[in-house]
C-alpha cells in the first residue's frame, strides 16, 4: 500500500476552497511548482488515519474545457499526476452551477468525493438535500462541510481516504451522462475513429477525447492529425449545427445542465422562497447608478491611504533601523582598514537589503486590502463598475486596482495584477504599469519642477507629467492588445459571488503568503542588482595620488586659521569634490561619460547620464546622484543648492526631457525583477526594460529637438 | 432540364452547393473526399455538368454554381431535406437511416409527388386531429404496439388542445429578445446561445444554456456591463455577449 496519498481540491471559485484548504493544511503548506508556473498550485500536508496526505490546490475553475490557464493546470494535474482520491469542493447554496464541474470530473473518471461547502448557508437559504439519492446520482460519496467553521472536515478526510485506499463504493457506479441524440450519434461517429487513429491512447478514454473534441477543445485538437478525425468533426459540427440550431459546445454545455437538473428536481427541494438576499440588498447600495462610483472611488482612495499612509511611519522605521546599522558599523569599524569591505557591508549589502525590505510594510498592506476586498467579493463589483472604461482601453475591469497603486509604488501593483484571472490582461497591465507615475518619480519631480519653472507653471507641470504618464499607459496597453497579445478577445463573463465575511486566517494566510514571496523571489533579485549597482559606482577606487590630495586639502583645513563654523564648511566641500571625483572615476561614472554622444539628442550631459544609472536602482537615487556629481553631497529633493546647480547647468527645456525620459524609460530594477518573476519568464521583464527605454529615447529627443527647433524653453 | 441529369450528377451538384455553403470556395479535392469517389471520376462529372451549363468550371480554376445550377442544387437538397424530415419527425426513424434512404429516394421521387408530400407533412404536423403529439404518439406505438383504451380521452385532449391553442393565440405569443434588450427585472427564457468566438461556450457553461431562466438585475453605472441572475447566482456580462443570447420574453 501507497503510504503517501495524492489527494487534489478541485471546485469553482468562490466555494470555499482555499478555507478548506486552510483548515485541513493549517501552517503546513507551500507553493508546488507545477508547469506553466504563473498559476500555482498550493500544497499542503496532513495526517489523517494513519495516512500522510499530501493536499494539492488546484486553481478554482468553473470548468475543465482548458478554456483558460487554470483550467488546463487543473486538468492536467488530474490527468498527468492521477491523484488517489479528487475532492471537488462545492457551493451548496448554489448548487446547479457547481455540479457543472463535478459532471465534468466524473466523465473523466476520477476517484471522487463531493464536499457540499457551506451547507448552512444553503440550509438557511431553504435547501433540503436528498444526499443518499444524489450520492446514487453521481457515484460519489458526498459530505456536507461548513468550511469557515471548520466543520465537516474529520467526515471530508475520512471520506477522502476511504475511496483512495478502497476505491469508490461498490453500490456506486459513475453514471453515463447521456446526451442529446444528435450528440451521442456524432460522439459515435467520431469516438471509433479516435480509437482507431490511436489518438491519446491510454492517456483518455475515446468517448471522453471525442466529446473535448466535439467541444473544440483547443488544446486536444491541435494535437489531432489523422485527417479522418478532423474530417469527421467538421461534419459533426455542421451536423449539429444544423440539426439542433446551435454549435457543438453550446448544446453540450446544454445538455450537461440537463442533466443537472434533472438530479436536482429529485433530489433537492427549495422549501422557502427568498427573493432578495443581504447579498442584494449590499449590491443594492454599492452597485447603485448613482452612488456607486462614488462609493467604490472612496473605497479605493482607503486602500491607497492604508498602503501609503498606514505604510509610511513602518517604512521610515525600517529605513531609520538599515541607517542606524550601517552608521553603527562604521563607527566600530576599526579606522583605516579594509574600507572597502566595509563599504560593500555598509552601502552594498546592507543598503541592499533594506531596499528590499522597505517595501514591505507597503506590500502587506497593500495585500490585506485586497484580501479583505476579494474574499468579501466587493472585487468582483469593483470590476462590474469600472470595466466600461477599463475595457476601452483594451484591459479587464479588475485592473483598474493594480492601476491605482502603481501611483504609489510600482512594484506591489505589478504584485497586485494576480487577481486578474487572464494571463493577456495580466501581462497587458504588468508591462504598462512603469508608465504611472511612482512615488519615487515624484522626488526627481519634486526636484526638477522647481528648478526651472515659475510658481504660476509648477502644478500645471506636474500635472501634464502624470497625464502623459496615464495617456501612455493606455495606448500602450492598446498597442499590445493589437500586437503581442493579439487573440480573440475573452469574454468577460464574471460570476458575482455572494458577499461573505472574510475569515481572519485566510486573510492573514494570503498577506503572508505574498511577503514571503516578494522577499524570496523579487528580493533577491533586487539585491543582486543593488550589490552590482553599488560595485559600480564604487569600483575602482579612487588613485592613491588623488586621495592623497584630498587628504593634503583636508588637513591644511583643518590646521588653517578660520571659525569652526567657516572650516566644517570647507572640509564639507572638500568632502562633496571628493565624492564627485570618486563617482566620476568609477565604472558607473565611466559609462556615464561614455554614453554622453547617445545622450546629446536628449540635451542631457554625461552628469545626468550617472545619474540615471542610479535610478534604475531606485528611481529616487537619481536625485541624491545628482547631488554628488554637482559636488553639492547628498542632496535630496528640497535642495536648494541643487537648484541652483542645475539652473545654470541646464535649460527648462532639459529639466523637462528629464521629468519625460524617467517617466517613460527603463523602470526600476526592482520593477523589472518582479515582471519577470510575476510573467513567469525574464522575457517580460527584458521587453519591459526595452520597451520603455527605448519609447522614452525616442519620445524625450523628439520633446527636445522639437523644442529646441522652435525655441520653447531653451533659454 | 432536371430529366437530363442522372442521380449520380444530382449527387455531384448537392455536394458542391453543400461545400459552397459551408466552406465558400471549392475544390474539385473537396468533393472528391466528400462523395467518397477518385479524383479523374470527380473531374469527368464536373465536365458534364459544365456541358449542361449547371456549372461553371475549367481545369485549376475555382468551381462555381451558374444560376441555373444553384437552383437546380437547391431543389435536391430540398427534396432531401423534406423526404429525410418526414422519415424523423413522422415516421420516428433514426436520423442516420433517415438520411441514407433520402439520399436514394431524392433522386427518383417526381415533382408533383415531392409537392404533395410536402402539403401533407405539414397537414399533418397542424391539424388538430394530427399535430405534434399525434406524431409522437405514432412512434411510442410503432415501438410498443397497440393500446386501444385511450383514444376517447386522447380525442378529448386533442379538443381541449385546440381551444388552449386559440386562447393563446389570441392572447399573442411570447415575443423573442435579444439578452441585451431586456430591462432590469425583466426575465426571460434562453432559447439559443450563438456561437462567438468561444464566448458562447463560456457563457453556456456558466449556465446559460437554453431552458434557463435569466433576470436581469442591474445595469453598471457606466451602462455596461449588465448582471444577471441565473441559476440563483449573480453573472456579469457585457453588451456584446449579452446580445449573443436569445430569449423568450417571460
Known amino acids: 500500500m501507497k503510504t503517501e496519498i495524492v489527494v487534489a481540491l478541485a471546485g469553482n471559485p468562490n466555494a470555499g476552497k482555499t478555507t478548506i484548504f486552510n483548515e485541513l493544511t493549517g501552517s503546513r503548506q507551500h507553493v508546488g511548482n507545477y508547469p506553466g508556473v504563473t498559476v500555482e498550485c498550493k500544497e499542503g500536508f496532513r495526517r489523517h488515519a494513519g495516512a500522510d496526505l499530501r493536499i494539492v490546490d488546484l486553481p478554482g475553475t468553473y470548468s475543465l474545457t482548458a478554456y483558460s490557464e487554470e483550467e488546463l493546470v487543473a486538468r492536467n494535474f488530474l490527468i498527468d499526476e492521477k491523484p488517489d482520491v479528487v475532492v471537488d469542493i462545492l457551493d451548496a447554496s448554489n448548487l446547479e452551477r457547481n455540479l457543472y464541474l463535478a459532471v465534468q470530473l466524473i466523465e473523466l473518471g476520477v476517484p471522487l468525493v463531493l464536499a457540499f461547502n457551506m451547507s448552512d448557508v444553503a440550509r438557511a437559504r431553504g435547501y433540503e438535500f436528498d444526499l443518499p439519492k444524489l450520492e446514487r446520482f453521481f457515484g460519489a460519496v458526498i459530505v456536507e462541510t461548513t468550511g469557515n467553521k471548520g466543520d465537516g472536515m474529520t467526515a471530508l478526510l475520512d471520506a477522502a481516504v476511504r475511496v483512495a485506499r478502497s476505491g469508490p463504493r461498490a453500490d456506486f457506479r459513475a453514471p453515463a451522462v447521456v446526451y442529446g441524440k444528435v450528440i451521442e450519434e456524432e460522439i459515435a461517429r467520431i469516438a471509433p475513429l479516435v480509437e482507431k487513429a490511436g489518438l491519446f491512447a491510454g492517456k483518455y478514454d475515446p468517448r471522453w477525447t471525442a466529446i473535448k473534441l466535439l467541444e473544440s477543445d483547443r488544446e486536444l485538437r491541435k494535437e489531432v492529425l489523422s485527417l479522418e478525425v478532423i474530417d469527421q468533426l467538421e461534419k459533426s459540427a455542421v451536423r449539429i449545427q444544423k440539426m439542433l440550431g446551435e454549435p457543438p459546445e453550446t448544446a453540450i454545455a446544454g445538455d450537461r445542465y ?71 558599523i562604521g563607527a566600530v569599524w576599526p579606522e583605516g582598514r579594509a574600507r572597502l569591505l566595509q563599504s560593500l557591508l555598509v552601502d552594498g549589502i546592507i543598503g541592499g537589503v ?81 508608465l504611472i507615475s511612482c512615488g519615487a518619480r515624484l522626488t526627481i519631480y519634486a526636484l526638477v519642477i522647481p528648478a526651472f519653472f515659475p510658481q504660476a507653471w509648477q502644478a500645471p507641470m506636474l500635472w501634464i507629467i502624470y497625464v502623459i504618464g496615464i495617456l501612455l499607459a493606455v495606448a500602450g496597453a492598446k498597442l499590445l492588445r493589437r500586437t503581442i497579445f ?112 547617445a545622450l546629446e539628442p536628449m540635451g542631457f550631459d554625461w552628469r545626468i547620464g550617472i545619474a540615471l544609472i542610479g535610478a534604475f536602482a531606485a528611481k529616487e537615487v537619481f536625485v541624491a546622484q545628482m547631488g554628488i556629481v554637482h559636488a553639492v553631497g547628498e542632496a535630496d529633493e528640497e535642495s536648494e543648492s541643487l537648484r541652483e546647480k542645475l539652473r545654470q547647468a541646464y535649460s527648462p527645456l532639459v529639466g523637462f526631457c528629464v521629468m519625460v525620459f524617467c517617466l517613460i524609460a527603463a523602470p526600476c530594477s526592482a520593477t523589472v525583477a518582479v515582471t519577470a518573476r510575476e510573467g513567469g519568464s525574464w522575457k517580460w521583464g527584458l521587453l519591459q526594460l526595452g520597451g520603455l527605454t527605448s519609447l522614452g529615447y525616442v519620445l524625450t529627443v523628439i520633446v527636445y529637438q522639437v523644442g529646441r527647433f522652435l525655441g520653447i524653453g531653451a533659454g | ?129 394530427g399535430g405534434e403529439k399525434w406524431i409522437r404518439d405514432f412512434g411510442a406505438r410503432c415501438g410498443q404496439g397497440a393500446t386501444r383504451e385511450d383514444c376517447e380521452r386522447c380525442i378529448e385532449s386533442v379538443l381541449e388542445e385546440v381551444r388552449h391553442r386559440k386562447r393563446r393565440e389570441s392572447r399573442k405569443a411570447f415575443p423573442t429578445a435579444k439578452l441585451n434588450e431586456l430591462k432590469p427585472g425583466q426575465k426571460g427564457k434562453v432559447l439559443k446561445v450563438n456561437f462567438h468566438e468561444g464566448g458562447g461556450r463560456k457563457i453556456s457553461e456558466m449556465g446559460v444554456s437554453p431552458g434557463a431562466v435569466v433576470e436581469i438585475e442591474r445595469v453598471s453605472p457606466m451602462g455596461e456591463p449588465i448582471d444577471i441572475k441565473v441559476k440563483g447566482y449573480h453573472l456579469s456580462l457585457r453588451r456584446e455577449e449579452a446580445e449573443e443570447v436569445e430569449i423568450e420574453t417571460l
Not at chain 1, 422549501?271 to 456607486?292: K, L, M, N, W, Y
Not at chain 1, 560595485?535 to 590646521?559: I, T
Open chain 1, 354 to 434: 533594506g531596499g528590499v525590505v522597505v517595501f514591505l510594510p507597503n506590500i502587506l498592506l497593500l495585500f490585506l486590502a485586497i484580501a479583505v476586498l476579494e474574499y468579501t467579493g466587493y472585487m468582483a463589483r469593483a470590476a462590474f463598475l469600472m470595466d466600461n472604461v477599463m475595457h476601452k482601453i483594451g484591459l479587464h475591469g479588475k485592473s483598474f486596482i493594480p492601476m491605482l497603486i502603481g501611483f504609489g509604488c510600482t512594484v506591489p501593483a505589478i504584485l497586485a495584477t494576480r487577481t486578474l484571472d487572464n494571463r493577456r490582461d495580466r501581462l497587458t497591465t504588468m508591462l504598462v504599469l512603469p
Open chain 2, 1 to 129: 432540364m432536371r430529366n437530363a441529369l442522372t442521380a449520380s450528377l444530382e449527387d455531384y451538384l448537392e455536394a458542391i452547393f453543400q461545400i459552397i455553403e459551408e466552406k465558400q470556395a471549392v475544390r474539385a479535392k473537396d468533393i472528391a473526399r466528400r462523395l467518397g469517389v477518385s479524383n479523374p471520376s470527380v473531374t469527368g462529372a464536373l465536365r458534364s455538368l459544365a456541358e449542361k451549363e449547371l456549372v461553371a468550371y475549367a481545369p485549376y480554376d475555382v468551381i462555381s454554381l451558374t444560376p441555373r445550377g444553384k437552383a437546380a442544387a437547391r431543389d435536391v437538397v430540398r427534396r432531401h431535406e423534406v423526404l429525410r424530415d418526414f422519415f424523423v419527425n413522422v415516421l420516428a426513424v433514426e436520423e442516420s437511416a433517415a438520411d441514407e434512404a433520402a439520399c436514394r429516394m431524392e433522386h427518383s421521387i417526381p415533382k408533383v409527388i415531392l409537392e404533395r408530400f410536402i402539403r401533407f407533412a405539414e397537414f399533418v404536423e397542424v391539424c388538430p386531429r
Open chain 1, 258 to 328: 440537463g442533466f443537472i437538473s434533472g438530479a436536482c428536481q429529485e433530489a433537492v427541494r427549495s422549501t422557502i422562497e427568498i427573493r432578495h438576499t443581504t447579498s442584494d440588498q449590499i449590491d443594492a447600495v454599492v452597485t447603485h447608478p448613482v452612488f456607486g462610483i462614488p462609493i467604490f472611488l472612496g473605497l479605493m482612495y482607503l486602500v491607497f491611504h492604508l498602503t501609503f499612509t498606514i505604510g509610511a511611519p513602518p517604512m521610515d522605521w525600517i529605513e531609520m533601523f538599515f541607517g542606524w546599522l550601517g552608521g553603527g
Open chain 1, 486 to 597: 493579439k487573440g480573440e478577445s475573452v469574454p468577460f463573463v464574471m460570476e458575482l459571488p455572494p458577499y461573505r465575511m472574510p475569515t481572519l486566517k485566510a486573510v492573514l494566510i494570503y498577506m503572508w503568503d505574498l511577503g514571503w514571496q516578494y522577499l524570496k523571489k523579487a528580493g533577491t533579485v533586487i539585491l543582486g542588482i543593488s550589490i552590482l549597482l553599488w560595485a559600480l559606482s564604487s569600483f575602482p577606487a579612487l588613485p592613491e595620488s588623488e586621495a592623497a590630495r584630498f587628504r593634503a586639502a583636508r588637513q591644511e583645513a583643518a590646521s588653517a586659521r578660520m571659525t569652526g563654523a567657516e572650516r566644517v564648511d570647507w572640509i564639507a566641500g572638500i568632502d562633496n569634490e571628493e565624492a564627485k571625483a570618486a563617482l566620476l572615476n568609477s565604472y558607473a561614472g565611466r559609462i556615464g561619460k561614455g554614453m554622453e554622444p
